[in-house]
């Protein structure tokens, strides 16, 4: 069956360490996407990327890092510039087109600082 | 600025007891509003897009229609296996990308 895998389910991260979460598609999607989930908010758009070897920044990037060299993996970084990184991460692709299709989702990474 | 509002924060319903789930959105033109249910611990699953005022989706319990500055999900009849997070999102005219709502939590009690 085709979906979006993300891995790990759970993360632990120490301080001043960066870590990285695991995005793969097998839908055959151009865009992938990175999204921050708090308790109260609304999702909030790290960053995107429309086709390989292309990305760009959403709302909230700063501290965050992601590569997109093949059709089917976006990994993002967390950084130790992410002064506050605990969150529930969500990554999700979507087929281009008219009229826009809504977002297929991963199943997220729930990352700790401990 | 693009804003999207969900009311109420949570809903607590009986089995059986239909309600409604507010979207309420500010946006310049709207490409389209989608609807998503999200299970705790879990990515949020997509459940109805509506494109135009007067529209309406239907799947088993839930009917999502649209107007030109909200959405409704009503729910008939739940179930408690519907208790999950409800999701708004709208995709304006002129940006790419999606702006999401901070959700309803509802909760039916069996």
């Known amino acids: 069956d085709g979906g979006i895998t993300q891995s790990p389910k759970y993360l632990f991260r120490k301080e001043g360490q960066n870590v990285t979460l695991s995005c793969e598609q097998n839908?055959?999607?151009?865009?992938m996407y990175w999204y921050r989930q708090d308790p109260g908010q609304g999702l909030r758009l790290i960053y995107y990327?429309?086709?390989?070897?292309?990305?760009q920044k959403g709302d909230i990037a700063e501290g965050y890092s992601v590569s997109r060299e093949k059709k089917e993996s976006f990994p993002l970084t967390v950084t130790s510039a992410q002064k506050n990184p605990t969150a529930f991460y969500l990554c999700?692709?979507?087929?281009?087109?008219?009229?826009?299709?809504?977002?297929?989702f991963g199943s997220g990474t729930r990352l700790t600082v401990v | 600025e693009d804003q999207v509002t969900q009311s109420p924060e949570a809903l607590r319903l009986q089995e059986g007891e239909s309600s409604s789930l507010n979207c309420s959105y500010t946006?310049?033109?709207?490409?389209?509003l989608f609807w998503y249910r999200q299970d705790p611990g879990k990515g949020p699953e997509f459940l109805f897009t509506?494109?135009?005022a007067g529209e309406e989706k239907e799947k088993e319990r839930l009917k999502a229609t649209l107007t030109k500055k909200e959405s409704f999900l009503h729910i008939t009849a739940p179930k408690p296996e519907d208790s999950a997070t409800y999701l708004c999102?709208?995709?304006?005219?002129?940006?790419?990308?999606?702006?999401f709502g901070p959700g309803t939590r509802l909760s039916v009690l069996p």
């Open positions: 509506l494109y135009s």
């Open positions: 999700a692709s979507s087929s281009a087109g008219i009229p826009p299709y809504g977002y297929t």
């Open positions: 839908l055959n999607h151009d865009a």
């Open positions: 990327s429309q086709i390989v070897n292309d990305f």
């Open positions: 999102a709208v995709l304006p005219e002129r940006g790419q990308n999606f702006v």
């Open positions: 946006v310049s033109g709207l490409r389209g």
